[in-house]
């Protein structure tokens, strides 16, 4: 009798060891999205400034500058890790354009305001690089937690389920491309 019930005891424990485990990974995993939401966030308060110096000195790029607006705009309103990716990738995309611009135009790739700006923002992506790298393991660290034995037992009944990567998707190729260097 005090076998048996050593043993419901020692699973009991087992079973909230496992639990408290999974809860404290997938708290990690929540913290560490919303440490991407405020990089993303000091990044969608930039553009504006860097819109409005663009503007100054390039008006009639009209398309590039609602490109990146909508792109802002769609960011700021996308929901959970697969949408934001998708939204950021996009934002990126767009942002890449705008920097481009000032090859095109001495006077603003001389001007000291639009500098800074760039500069807080090359800052700041690479904060948000970081931090998807932070999220990225998270996730692997949790979704590893779930899927391992004895825990796998336990994880979908309670609630754990599979997290999806901070993943650069189908723009991966054109981040990854090395940059074309002409003199």
Same mark, same amino acid.
């Given at each position: 009798m005090w076998i048996f019930l050593g043993i419901i005891v020692a699973i009991a424990v087992f079973a909230l060891m496992t639990y408290n485990r999974l809860v404290a990974l997938r708290q990690r995993v929540g913290q560490a999205f919303a440490d991407i939401d405020v990089q993303l966030k000091q990044r969608h308060d930039l553009i504006p400034n860097l819109i409005e110096t663009v503007k100054g000195y390039a008006a009639h790029e009209r398309g590039t500058l609602d490109d990146v607006i909508k792109a802002r705009n769609a960011a700021m309103s996308a929901q959970g890790p697969g949408q934001v990716a998708a939204a950021e990738n996009m934002l990126t995309g767009a942002l890449g354009k705008l920097i481009a611009l000032s090859e095109a135009y001495p006077d603003l790739k001389a001007n000291a305001n639009f500098q800074q700006l760039q500069s807080e923002l090359s800052d700041i992506e690479n904060k948000i690089a970081a931090s998807r790298r932070f999220?990225?393991?998270?996730?692997?660290? !949790?979704?590893?937690?779930?899927?391992?034995? $004895?825990?796998?037992?336990?994880?979908? $009944?309670?609630?754990?389920?599979?997290?999806? !990567?901070?993943?650069?998707?189908?723009?991966?190729?054109?981040v990854e491309q090395v940059p074309q260097v002409k003199f």
């Open positions: 999220f990225n393991n998270a996730v692997q660290e !949790y979704n590893t937690g779930i899927q391992q034995m $004895p825990a796998a037992l336990f994880a979908a $009944p309670l609630g754990f389920t599979h997290k999806d !990567y901070f993943d650069l998707g189908e723009t991966r190729s054109q």
